[in-house]
């Protein structure tokens, strides 16, 4: 896969990683960006012409002062399939992604081909609080993320060497930024009101979870099932939050099945 | 040299083992270490400290806002300030401040900063802080990188609102008002003096010399390390063509005086060490929740909260640290008056918020150390900044003939008819 850039209507500039070829499938990621490996991503790319963007704040996508709220975001996602020139392509999204992902095919539901969510962000349950993303400790993170902590703590810091000052000065700089661009619609609780929005979703729509989610847990499945009777459920064993990342083979697996 | 005597209003019965047993002293500390019957007597006896300043002589009398916070204990300042005003008539009242940006709408700020400074007789000394982001984001749920341009406007209904004379119509990104009409509105024109308190964001600097407003820079780790950033500070103000009046800047400290350097050890360690140990224990991603500090601060500051080496600091702190390094003046007058001097002018500071009452000290050694810093230090320190004597751009202008409520008995019967002002 390789990158390439493309600029939105609206202006912002927008990294995406692109690969593979047949029908086009557009991939939202999570509040954590993409990571330095993304191997779900080439395997989705033997059967799809895949696109990856990065959001605003996120690697070298520039313009995050331009989204400020749910539907700006929701928005830049149809922009950026406009400047990419994709005909009602496929679209799945992960958390945040997955959140925005769904107020997409609410606000244009003829657009998009099929879609999928994985681990969606934007409903809340009071009797199952999301953790607090934005009040973590470093280590904190990997074990809310991921069956395997440790190999997800790896994962994310792509196996930069974080006792080096300089290499934890630039984690740390990129993460907060990536995080205070989530957190515009993920802070201080991940609801924009979506579910009032749902009904709108027609698209064939697939949800997929990982059986060891401790950040938004599979009770979350349930409650999407409900709020898009159409919707089908898949879940991954060994897999958390994370789980492209955990589970690439079996998580793309599903993911191409059900696009056929 | 102007001094504001503080109260930050600490809960004084945090737990020893409070460090341990629980990870932050903010956000998330569990209420029940709250008693509200103690809590009663605590306001009492901090409101009464704060009247007992005003009658040694300080220039001012302060508070500010904190949340869900065991060393404050003050959600509303406006509330203790409208007490004050009550029970005092001389020093200045300075709230320091409403966190304007957690506030909806801000208009409900300009009202009641309205009625402080009409109740004070114009005494009123007018905070706006972003807020911390334990009090704004976390507490009051504010997006962390929508929290200044929320502020910013915020600011701009407040001063646009006690400087209009008719009603208008404010269209905001965040607050939609129609109907904006402060009533009633300050004494003092064209407004309160304005206090920016601020960490080390480098945005605040240019925003408090745009309007002419105070940088107030309320560390509490002590002048030493509060210099470099105070420099920055007058960097920008050189540059950007200001006069370098000392008014322009306030700073914070913590100050205790004994009649000699080792009672001030004997009186006051265990309840500075208190505060610094407890008080201070904040889980540090409270600290810094992405977005709340603009890119160019972070890396300005870079690691600061980060760093384990700031966390450490807090671990194994003794008194004589807590000296060494300044984060308290304490000893004998003549001491505290020496070092004092030089933080004034080392910082180049024209008002200084004393923190006379630290942790858990109890009533008798805060009077204590702030009668004999009103008597013995006071004094000698008043004229640091002989070439700007006249300058009261940033002071309280209160009005001449004001109502002394302190000396009326509550509910007393009056003498004579009174009227009126006509």
């Known amino acids: 896969m390789k990158w390439q850039s493309v600029d939105t209507r609206k202006g912002t500039h927008c990294r995406v990683l692109e690969g593979g070829s047949g029908a086009p499938l557009v991939f939202f990621h999570s509040a954590g960006g993409l990571l330095a490996e993304n191997p779900f991503l080439e395997r989705l790319a033997q059967t799809h012409h895949v696109f990856a963007p990065e959001w605003p704040g996120y690697g070298e996508s520039t313009g995050e002062e331009r989204l400020e709220d749910m539907l700006d975001f929701a928005l830049h996602g149809w922009d950026l399939i406009d400047a990419l020139a994709l005909r009602r392509p496929h679209v799945v999204g992960h958390s945040m992604g997955g959140m925005i992902a769904a107020e997409m095919a609410c606000l244009a539901p003829r657009d998009l081909g099929k879609l999928v969510l994985a681990a969606p962000a934007g409903v809340w349950l009071d009797e199952h609080p999301i953790p607090d993303i934005f009040a973590l400790l470093p280590f904190q993170l990997a074990e809310l993320l991921f069956h395997d902590p440790q190999r997800g703590q790896a994962l994310m810091t792509g196996g930069a060497d974080l006792s080096d000052m300089e290499a934890l000065k630039d984690f740390y700089l990129a993460s907060q930024r990536r995080l205070a661009m989530a957190g515009k619609i993920l802070f201080p609780i991940p609801n924009r009101r979506l579910s009032k929005r749902l009904y709108r979703l027609s698209a064939e729509t697939l949800l997929v979870w990982g059986a060891s989610d401790r950040l938004i847990v599979p009770a979350y499945a349930a409650r999407w099932r409900a709020l898009i009777p159409h919707a089908r459920l898949e879940t991954i064993d060994g897999a958390g939050h994370m789980l492209p990342y955990e589970q690439p083979e079996a998580f793309s697996k599903a993911v191409s099945a059900f696009l056929g | 040299m102007k001094f504001t005597w503080f109260n930050l209003m600490p809960w004084p019965y945090l737990p020893d083992e409070f460090r341990e047993k629980h990870r932050s002293v903010w956000v998330d500390i569990p209420n029940t270490l709250y008693d509200p019957r103690k809590g009663h007597h605590v306001y009492h006896t901090y409101l009464d400290q704060l009247e007992y300043a005003d009658a040694l002589g300080f220039d001012g009398i302060g508070c500010n806002e904190h949340h869900q916070n065991g060393y404050g204990l003050m959600p509303s300042p406006n509330i203790i300030a409208a007490t004050l005003t009550r029970r005092t008539s001389r020093a200045a009242i300075c709230v320091i401040g409403n966190s304007i940006a957690g506030y909806n709408p801000p208009i409900r700020v300009a009202e009641e900063f309205a009625m402080l400074d009409v109740m004070s007789g114009g005494r009123l000394v007018a905070g706006f802080p972003v807020g911390t982001p334990m009090d704004t984001n976390f507490c009051y749920g504010q997006i962390p990188a929508l929290t200044r341009d929320k502020y910013r406007e915020a600011h701009d209904m407040i001063m646009k609102a006690w400087a209009s004379e008719e009603p208008f119509a404010f269209d905001g990104k965040y607050n939609q008002l129609r109907w904006v009409n402060c009533w009633p509105k300050p004494i003092q024109k064209p407004h309160p003096p304005i206090y920016i308190p601020g960490g080390g964001s480098i945005e605040t600097w240019d925003f408090c010399l745009d309007y002419d407003y105070n940088y107030s820079y309320l560390s509490f780790f002590g002048y030493l390390r509060g210099k470099s950033l105070l420099d920055g500070y007058w960097e920008r103000v050189a540059k950007r063509g200001k006069d370098e009046s000392p008014y322009r800047a306030a700073f914070a400290q913590i100050v205790c005086v004994a009649d000699t350097d080792a009672q001030a050890e004997e009186l006051y360690a265990e309840h500075c060490l208190y505060f610094f ?146």
């Not at chain 2, 505290?336 to 923190?355: A, D, N």
């Open chain 2, 277 to 422: 140990n407890r008080c201070l224990h904040v889980f540090p991603p409270f600290a810094d929740p992405p977005g709340y500090r603009t890119m160019a601060t972070v890396k300005y500051g870079a690691l600061s909260q980060l760093t384990q080496a700031r966390q450490k600091i807090l671990e194994n702190l003794t008194w004589k640290q807590l000296i060494d390094e300044r984060f308290v003046i304490a000893g004998s007058p003549e001491t505290v008056r020496q070092q004092l001097e030089e933080c004034i002018k080392g910082l180049r500071i024209g008002h200084l918020f004393c923190l006379f009452h630290n942790g858990d000290m109890p009533d008798w050694k805060v009077r204590h150390s702030s009668r004999l810093f009103a008597e013995q230090v006071m004094p000698h320190l008043r004229d640091l900044w002989p070439e700007w004597k006249h300058d009261d751009r940033w002071w309280v202008h209160p009005m001449d003939e004001r109502i002394r409520p302190e000396e009326r008995q509550p509910g007393a019967e009056k003498k004579e008819r009174e009227e009126w002002p006509r």
